[in-house]
């Protein structure tokens, strides 16, 4: 079964600085991942995603992450991080079918990002 | 386009009731699947809908059940109530390949007392 690890529960930084958001996943085949931001009471939003090709994908609001498969890792990157950009950020993976349909995502635990004026 | 739609937003209810939340995906969208959102579990899938029939189903107990309609639109039922059921619930539409994003509604926050 496919797995998530977010080892960061929260990471505080100032604003200005960058950030850099850890994922590591588990999982057998070609993984298709995600990665999400939660603001409180709403619902998730799609930052960016990767699924093949470029290892390097860029998202909204300025994100990127990079795809390593030797690592199995799909860190989360932003330059310069501004107050607005507090809230929890999750890692998902998608799995493949199995009796038929999707096993949904699966997702990390999270990470909170503090942001220091 | 309008988003993921899902009421109600608020919902309290006691132990050993049941309850019924809603889901109106994006129009175009076929797939609907639903997630319990808790401090303690994090984010978990519980189903996932498609064309009118369930798909696959998360480990969760017989309890939660749902069901979609011919204009997708989706419905998760929990009966006899827990205080562990307690939860954020969002559902998710997609186009309905499982590589396809899930674009998430607002959730309903479920409390039972």
């Known amino acids: 079964a496919q797995s998530v690890t977010q080892p960061d529960i929260h990471i505080t930084v100032s604003e200005g600085a960058s950030l850099e958001l850890r994922c590591n996943y588990s999982y057998g085949a070609t993984p298709y991942l995600f990665w999400y931001v939660q603001s409180p009471g709403q619902g998730l939003q799609l930052l960016l995603k990767?699924?093949?090709?470029?290892?390097l994908v860029q998202g909204i609001k300025g994100f990127e992450a990079e795809f390593k498969r030797s690592q199995s890792s799909f860190n989360l990157r932003k330059p310069s991080v501004h107050w607005s950009d507090a809230a929890e950020y999750f890692c998902a993976v998608a799995a493949g079918y199995s009796g038929g349909g999707a096993d949904g995502l699966t997702f990390g635990k999270g990470t909170h990002l503090i942001i220091q004026p | 386009k309008a988003g993921v739609t899902q009421t109600p937003r608020y919902l309290i209810k006691t132990r050993g009731q049941q309850v019924t939340l809603s889901c109106s995906p994006i129009s175009g969208h076929r797939s609907v699947s639903w997630y319990q959102q808790t401090p303690g579990q994090g984010l978990q899938f519980l189903f996932e809908?498609?064309?009118?029939?369930?798909?696959n189903k998360g480990n969760f107990p017989g309890r939660f059940s749902g069901r979609q309609f011919s204009n997708s639109r989706s419905e998760m039922n929990v009966s006899t109530l827990e205080l562990g059921d307690s939860a954020l619930y969002l559902c998710?539409?997609?186009?309905?390949?499982?590589?396809?994003?899930?674009?998430f509604g607002p959730g309903t926050r479920l409390t039972v007392l």
């Open positions: 990767y699924f093949s090709g470029d290892t």
């Open positions: 998710a539409s997609s186009l309905g390949d499982y590589t396809d994003t899930q674009y």
């Open positions: 809908y498609f064309s009118e029939t369930q798909r």
